[in-house]
Every structure is written in C-alpha cells, then in structure tokens.
C-alpha cells in the first residue's frame, strides 16, 4: 500500500456518515435497524418542484452552467434573502454549489489562512471542523450546555477572540441540537463581531424553514455586520431536496468572487436541472414548507415524551431542525458481559448492536456528554426506537 498525503491524518471521517454506513451493512445482513443517524428530511421533494425539473430536462437544459450558478437561480436567490430574510446580495454576491457543505468549503477555503483561529461553538456540525483543518486553520471550541440550550453568548464569544482569531461558525437552527438564537441573542453576538477588525462570521441557516418559533433572524440581516458575514442555505432541508445537491451563500462581493474561483477548480457549476428546480423551490411562497414543519415539531413533541421516560436522561426543548441531543451521562460506567460505556461512542454502539438503533455519539458534534437522535422518520418508527433503548438499557448495571 502506498503512502497518502499527510492531511488525510488531520481530519476525520463524518461520523454522520460512518454511522449510516454500519446501519446498511447490518440491514444487509437481515437485521431490522431503525436508524435515528442521518440528517435527512423522510418527506418526497414536493410535486411542482419536480415539475419544474421534468420541464428542464424536456426544454435542454442539460449543459454545462456557470461556475457561480445559472443567472436565473443567482437572481431569485437574491430574491429570496430580501424576501424572507432582510438581507440585500445582489446576484454577483450570491454563488450556488453542490449542496451548502460545499458552499462552507469555499468561504473557509477562501478566507482562513494556515494558522488563523476559527471559532465553533460546541456542540456543532461534524464537517464544520474537519473543513477548517483542511484549510489549515486552528479550531477554538466555544462548549455550551444543555442548560443554556446550547447556545454560546456574546460573553462567551468576548473571551474566546485573540488577535488570531478569523472566523466564527455557526447555525441557527443548530445541528446536532435544534437551538435557535433569538434576534437579541444575535444582535449581541454581532455586536461583538462589530468591534473586532478582520473578524468574519459564518451563518449556517440551511433549517431555516423547520424553525418552530416562528421568527427567523438572519445575522446578515443587522447592519454593523452585513459586510463580515457569509449566509449559507439551501433547498435540502427546507424543501426535502437532499439528493438535489444544490447549497447557496450570499457573502460580500469580494468573498463571493473568492469562492467563484474556488469553486471553478473544484467542481465547477452545480447540476443545470437541479438548478433549475431550485429556482422554483426559492421563488415559492415559504408557507409551502410549513405542512412538513408542523409534522417535525408534532414529532419532537412526542421524542421529548417519550425520552423524558427513560431514567437518567436529560432533555431541553429544542426549537427547530429535527434532533434533540440529551445528555446521557448518566450511563458511563454501566457495564454489560464485560463491556463498559465509557462515552457516547460506546452507547451508541451497544444501542445499535443490542437495540438495533443507529443514533451519532456526542463528541463527533464536540460533546461527549450526549447523543443525537435525528426524528427525521414515522411516528411508528419513533416509538419503537424509544422502546428498544429503553428495554435495552435496563439490562445495564
């Protein structure tokens, strides 16, 4: 075997992904595994989405596209954000990419430079770490807990900056734990940014429409950071789009053009029918996305339930996404035939193993303390799941 180059070393496998791996290769073998892993919305892309890709297919739009996106999606794009999200990119600042994980590549790629300081607030997507390794970045970890719902303050984020510090990443809605920041929590938070020369802030906002409290407020949107900040979105979660790959960021102008020419090494221009239902996705009235938001939160009521009636689990009420992330501590040190769970990584591989359950450990999100479970599935499935865990965690001690 020859060798790979060094940076395979510095990063890690998608701990999201490496679980929803083992899950087929045990269903493959015939057992029933409910899997609670992958972030993925169970609902069909609607109807007139597909429609509008059909369309695209039949009329030829089966060429290659512009690097930064076709003109008509970068327009409604721009569009949109005015629309939804107060915030004015004209087209040029707006570049489409295969799926909003590429988009964040990009800016990252583009901005942190070999020993610039990124910081994440933890608990935080898997890929947001890995990526600012690869760019040769530093990750500063900003830990929150399921006290304060996971959300990291503007005090918190005060006493985190150096002089090296570049960037800071986030999401709101948040993955793994469904937190959603407030526009005062942002307004603070901005603030901070504010102050500080050459400090750029990444907003993660690709749940923006399973958000359950109503109100979502974009960073970009408060004017003493408009030009520090870099919106990513998307069309896969929002409107069941995964399999579309098709991610966006609105970001100053400069940025933009950085990552255009990123991306023009990498991958080039997105999929042109993908594209092309995407524009139909974004320019649509958002209400058609409600119907699926009331279905998740319905079904994080009813995952509170049900996790709140096994021992020793603690649980906050997340307002958006669709996971909860309790705190499962209370189960390192517990021993079954000789094996200890010592961490979230050991519970989650007893649970998939003797519960036939597929959850992601805390510390691939840079919280050990907990687990996630994605409710992204049927009620039946749910429940069973719950009662699985629960009988298998009685045999514990």
């Known amino acids: 075997m020859g060798k790979l180059a060094s940076r395979m070393s510095s990063f890690n496998e998608s701990q999201t992904l490496a679980m929803a791996r083992k899950s087929r290769e045990l269903q493959a073998q015939g057992i029933d595994i409910i899997s609670l892993s992958i972030g993925e919305p169970d609902f069909d892309t609607p109807n007139f989405i597909k429609e509008s890709a059909k369309k695209a297919i039949d009329e030829g739009y089966t060429k290659y596209t512009p690097v930064a996106g076709v003109a008509a999606l970068r327009k409604a794009v721009s569009e949109k954000f005015k629309r939804d999200n107060n915030i004015n990119y004209t087209p040029e600042q707006i570049v489409i990419s295969t799926g909003a994980k590429q988009s964040i590549a990009n800016a990252v790629l583009a901005l942190v430079d070999v020993g610039d300081e990124v910081i994440i607030p933890t608990p935080t997507w898997v890929s947001y770490v890995e990526i600012?390794?690869?760019?040769?970045?530093?990750?500063?970890?900003?830990?929150?807990?399921?006290?304060?719902?996971?959300?990291?303050?503007?005090?918190?984020?005060?006493?985190?900056?150096?002089?090296?510090?570049?960037?800071?990443i986030f999401s709101s809605?948040?993955?793994?734990?469904?937190?959603?920041?407030?526009?005062?929590?942002?307004?603070?938070?901005?603030?901070?940014?504010?102050?500080?020369?050459?400090?750029y802030v990444m907003s993660d906002e690709i749940y923006e429409h399973i958000n359950f409290t109503g109100q979502h407020t974009s960073m970009a949107s408060f004017a003493n950071v408009y030009?520090?900040?870099?919106?990513?979105?998307?069309?896969?979660?929002?409107?069941?789009?995964?399999?579309?790959?098709?991610?966006?960021?609105?970001?100053?102008?400069?940025?933009?053009?950085?990552?255009?020419?990123?991306?023009?090494?990498?991958?080039?221009?997105?999929?042109?029918?993908?594209?092309?239902?995407?524009?139909?996705?974004?320019?649509?009235?958002?209400?058609?996305?409600?119907?699926?938001?009331?279905?998740?939160?319905?079904?994080?009521?009813?995952?509170?339930?049900?996790?709140?009636?096994?021992?020793?689990?603690?649980?906050?009420?997340?307002?958006?996404?669709?996971?909860?992330?309790?705190?499962?501590?209370?189960?390192?040190?517990?021993?079954?035939?000789?094996?200890?769970?010592?961490?979230?990584?050991?519970?989650?591989?007893?649970?998939?193993?003797?519960?036939?359950?597929?959850?992601?450990?805390?510390?691939?999100?840079?919280?050990?303390?907990?687990?996630?479970?994605?409710?992204?599935?049927?009620?039946?499935?749910?429940?069973?799941?719950?009662?699985?865990?629960?009988?298998?965690?009685?045999?514990?001690?």
């Not at 600012?132 to 984020?157: H, R, S």
């Not at 809605?173 to 400090?199: H, K, R, W, Y």
């Not at 023009?264 to 209400?287: E, H, K, R, W, Y």
């Open 132 to 168: 600012v390794k690869l760019a040769g970045g530093i990750p500063v970890y900003l830990n929150t807990n399921i006290e304060q719902d996971f959300k990291f303050t503007a005090d918190q984020l005060q006493k985190k900056l150096t002089p090296k510090t570049k960037l800071l």
């Open 173 to 199: 809605p948040c993955n793994p734990s469904g937190s959603v920041f407030t526009a005062d929590e942002l307004q603070a938070i901005a603030n901070v940014i504010a102050s500080q020369e050459e400090l």
């Open 227 to 397: 030009d520090r900040t870099i919106t990513i979105n998307g069309v896969s979660k929002g409107f069941a789009m995964t399999g579309w790959r098709i991610g966006f960021m609105g970001a100053p102008l400069w940025i933009a053009q950085a990552c255009e020419k990123m991306q023009g090494q990498f991958t080039s221009g997105a999929c042109s029918i993908a594209q092309m239902a995407a524009i139909t996705a974004v320019l649509a009235n958002p209400d058609v996305t409600k119907e699926m938001c009331k279905a998740f939160e319905r079904r994080r009521d009813l995952m509170i339930k049900l996790l709140s009636e096994i021992p020793g689990f603690i649980i906050n009420k997340p307002q958006g996404a669709f996971y909860i992330f309790p705190n499962v501590t209370a189960y390192y040190g517990k021993k079954i035939d000789g094996f200890e769970i010592n961490n979230s990584s050991d519970l989650c591989m007893f649970l998939l193993h003797r519960a036939h359950v597929a959850l992601v450990s805390g510390d691939a999100f840079g919280d050990d303390r907990c687990v996630r479970f994605s409710y992204a599935t049927s009620d039946d499935k749910l429940i069973e799941s719950v009662k699985r865990i629960k009988e298998a965690l009685t045999i514990l001690n």
